[in-house]
């Protein structure tokens, strides 16, 4: 009788480690979405404003026009091309303020600071997103994760090479 | 703030009535969000629970356990974890902010007990904790839960980094500049003056090594005096030092935080001789918020605090001879102390609570997207939804 005992609570508990570990991998799973999503908002609220810096009065024809070019670029840019695109926008932004201190029009003003606010969170939102990808990747790789399939059909997350994108 | 006022729950690990720096950020965050226009609700150990401000909830009595080098009340078990559940389902929460979660405490519980958006600040900086390696393999799944992790230094989060192997934003801990840009110099600590403020009794406070230091000190600066500020008794102090010491010392007991910022402009320098065990060294930040010239041990959260010795002077921590070289250094030069004083109130506008508050609930807003709000992870259960249960 108590072989059989032992055989079912060791059956109980594996089943209940089981169910855990799959809340746990179901919750980042939810992570990764959620932080790629904030991500996302916010690098499309700065492409909003690349545009509006480039149709206002800072900006030369040249840099509106590469502005405008690359912010488009961004916004449309495949999940696979993402990061360059976002890297170009940074690149044709970083020229054009690098002059920040001459403006003085209280409209162009404000936008340069809403884009440093933005450029803040965007780093967080970055860090928020590398981290639970990673956190996702190495509980994945986890034996029994692997041997009952727990993750069933989530997509393997991406790793996002965006260090280093925004700054 | 665009996403509206918001209920944010917020554990602090430790007595709510025992001063130290987590549960001074922790009561000046709340105020600052319910000043705000948030429901801020704080779940904190206390021994007295009439003496409570409105906003905390008392999770029963702490019970003192060494810890860190100090003394620390902390409370957890059974009848305490059900207390915390309740909160959390009786409080509604958008999010819940957890202070110190990876030490057996309330936060823990709460990280362990609650789903959604959760924010965990680190305040630890110490890489002697060797049993954090033993428990990873426990907290690392409890910590994961976290949608954002905080460390008040770049210390704190190399303490993470190594003990827990993950990556945190630094947001550091906040003060009232404003009270201190109106201090005003009080006639009795200035002059060649020392100052000091802690619980001295502490060792790791280390006003051992500045008395030691001062016999040094007294050869080059004859009229030197030290102004000592703080809980405990001073006879004790007193007894063991050298006679001839004695009568250049003088404690004040416990001052207001109106008479800090005035010490704070009034003392020539402000020494900070502390041996370890400190996460970020909120009263260094208050020291050059009120523009006195600052001499702290090298210590890491003192070394990134002071941008490594670009806002202030550091010595070598636990060397007397060191400390009195450095003091007599600046004592000869003084406007080499009045630059660094410069230098180091502008910085201190960084540390102002209406730059911090707002980084922090910049984390928030990012914490909270496309959820729904705080509930109990006992909750979500298949066999209880199975059941019909609801807690």
Redesign the interface.
């Known amino acids: 009788m108590n072989k059989y005992f032992v055989g079912f609570s060791a059956i109980a508990i594996l089943g209940w480690y089981l169910?855990?570990l799959a809340?746990?991998l179901d919750?980042?799973h939810g992570?990764v979405?959620?932080?790629w999503?904030?991500l996302d908002?916010l690098l499309q609220r700065r492409a909003a404003i690349a545009i509006e810096i480039a149709r206002s009065e800072i900006a030369d024809p040249a840099s509106a026009l590469l502005l405008t070019f690359t912010a488009h670029q961004a916004r449309e840019a495949s999940v696979r091309d993402r990061s360059q695109a976002e890297s170009g926008l940074t690149g044709a932004l970083g020229i054009l303020l690098e002059n920040a201190e001459s403006i003085s029009s209280p409209i162009e003003l404000s936008l340069v600071q809403e884009l440093d606010e933005l450029t803040?969170?965007i780093k967080?939102?970055i860090?928020?997103h590398?981290?639970a990808v990673t956190?996702t990747q190495m509980?994945r790789k986890k034996f029994l994760i692997r041997v009952f399939r727990l993750a069933g059909h989530a997509p393997e997350p991406m790793i996002y090479e965006f260090e280093g994108d925004v700054f | 703030m665009p996403l509206g006022k918001k209920r944010i729950g917020i554990v602090c690990p430790y007595g709510w009535d025992t001063p130290g720096g987590v549960q001074s950020h922790v009561r000046d965050l709340a105020e600052y969000l319910i000043a705000q226009g948030h429901t801020v609700s704080v779940l904190a150990p206390a021994i007295n629970e009439d003496a409570l401000p409105e906003y905390v909830t008392s999770a029963g009595r702490p019970i003192s356990i060494p810890y860190n080098g100090a003394v620390a009340r902390i409370l957890f078990g059974p009848v305490v974890f059900a207390r915390v559940k309740s909160w959390i389902s009786n409080g509604n929460f958008d999010l819940l902010h957890l202070h110190e979660p990876a030490i057996p405490s309330i936060s823990l519980l709460a990280c362990w007990a609650a789903?959604g958006p959760l924010v965990g600040t680190f305040h630890a900086a110490s890489t002697r904790q060797k049993i954090a390696f033993a428990i990873t393999p426990f907290i690392e799944?409890v910590i994961?839960?976290l949608?954002?992790?905080i460390a008040v230094s770049e210390a704190a989060r190399e303490t993470l980094q190594i003990h827990l192997d993950?990556?945190a934003?630094v947001v550091p801990n906040g003060i009232y500049a404003k009270r201190y840009a109106n201090a005003q110099v009080d006639e009795r600590w200035s002059g060649n003056t020392i100052g000091f403020i802690g619980r001295f009794e502490e060792p790791r406070k280390g006003l051992s090594i500045l008395i030691d230091a001062l016999p040094r000190i007294i050869t080059a600066i004859p009229d030197v005096r030290v102004i000592v500020a703080g809980p405990g008794n001073p006879a004790d102090v007193l007894e063991e030092m050298q006679p001839e010491l004695r009568n250049r010392f003088t404690f004040l007991g416990r001052i207001s935080e109106q008479e800090k910022a005035n010490f704070m402009s009034s003392v020539a320098i402000y020494v900070a001789p502390n041996t370890g065990g400190e996460s970020f060294g909120i009263i260094l930040a208050e020291a050059l918020a009120g523009g006195a010239s600052v001499l702290a041990s090298d210590i890491p959260a003192f070394d990134s605090l002071l941008g490594h010795g670009k806002y202030g002077t550091l010595f070598q921590s636990e060397s007397s001879a060191d400390l009195s070289s450095k003091a007599i250094e600046l004592f000869g030069n003084p406007s080499k102390r009045k630059e660094l004083a410069l230098k180091g109130s502008e910085y201190a506008k960084s540390f102002d609570w209406d730059v911090v508050a707002e980084?922090i609930y910049?984390?928030y807003e990012?914490?909270m997207?496309?959820?729904t709000g705080v509930t109990l992870?006992s909750d979500n259960r298949?066999w209880n939804k199975l059941l019909g249960r609801n807690s």
């Open positions: 169910s855990f809340t746990r919750r980042l992570r979405e959620t932080s999503a904030n908002g803040a969170k967080v939102a860090a928020m590398i981290e956190r509980v | 789903e799944p994961e839960k949608t954002a992790r993950t990556d934003v980084s910049d984390i990012m914490a997207v496309g959820s992870s298949a």
